[in-house]
């Protein structure tokens, strides 16, 4: 059974580029989440989806940042006109339908902005 | 809001010896879960140990226990017979019952001396 993946792993934009980010979460998981992890500082919670619904969105920058999580494939998190402060890791965790209250992580996708 | 609180910025034993990591965390609920994730260099992140709220056992798992003390709103890891392997970032983490959205600490970078 798979686990959560994530690409790209590295990426590396110029300011004013778009940057994508792409999670399929483990087999059967139907929840995916959203952190970001600035260089020496713990995770924050960005968004939270189900199939085809943002549940929770409070963490996420109010412009130039969007997610989805289309019926089909994977969950997509779209940077658009990065500036250097998007520079960091992007997690990606999912957790099955029925909560545990654990979630399981991706090995994360790192954006360096130019 | 929820706050996790890690006060110890880095740490550092020798192999062999036990060491205890410092949370304490803040909410008006009283049932959710927290726990522990450890971050090696290869980044990823990896539940350590688990705790629900409602249970006053605390939880083990092999070398990692921890001391929850619900009252004072305290969850220490200790790590017992310390190994190499076990250097990596450790963040304490919240949530919620029947929400995974995590509220994490900011870590402390701990270091195991050969």
């Given at each position: 059974n798979a686990g959560v993946m994530q690409n790209p792993r590295h990426?590396?934009?110029?300011?004013?580029?778009?940057?994508?980010?792409?999670?399929?979460?483990?087999k059967g998981h139907s929840h995916v989440y959203w952190y970001r992890q600035l260089p020496e500082e713990g995770l924050k919670f960005m968004v939270y989806l189900q199939k085809e619904n943002i549940i929770d969105e409070s963490g996420m920058p109010k412009e130039r940042f969007s997610a989805e999580f289309p019926k089909e494939g994977p969950s997509i998190l779209r940077i658009q006109q990065v500036v250097r402060g998007d520079s960091a890791a992007y997690f990606c965790a999912s957790?099955?339908?029925?909560?545990?209250?654990?979630?399981?992580?991706?090995?994360?996708?790192?954006?360096?902005?130019? | 809001a929820q706050t996790v609180t890690q006060s110890q910025p880095e740490m550092s034993v020798?192999?062999?010896?036990?060491?205890?990591?410092?949370?304490?965390y803040d909410t008006s609920e009283s049932n959710y879960y927290l726990f522990w994730y450890k971050q090696p260099p290869s980044r990823q992140m990896i539940l350590v140990i688990r705790q629900e709220a409602y249970k006053q056992q605390n939880a083990t798992e092999n070398r990692f226990s921890v001391n929850f003390q619900k009252a004072a709103k305290s969850f220490s890891l200790k790590i017992s017979d310390s190994q190499l392997g076990d250097t990596a970032m450790y963040f304490c983490a919240f949530t919620n019952f029947?929400?995974?959205?995590?509220?994490?600490g900011t870590g402390t970078r701990l270091t195991i001396i050969p």
């Open positions: 990426l590396v934009r110029r300011r004013g580029q778009e940057a994508r980010l792409r999670c399929s979460p483990m957790s099955p339908p029925r909560t545990t209250g654990e979630l399981f992580f991706g090995e994360g996708s790192r954006l360096t902005v130019l | 020798q192999e062999a010896e036990t060491v205890t990591l410092s949370c304490t029947g929400n995974e959205k995590l509220t994490f």
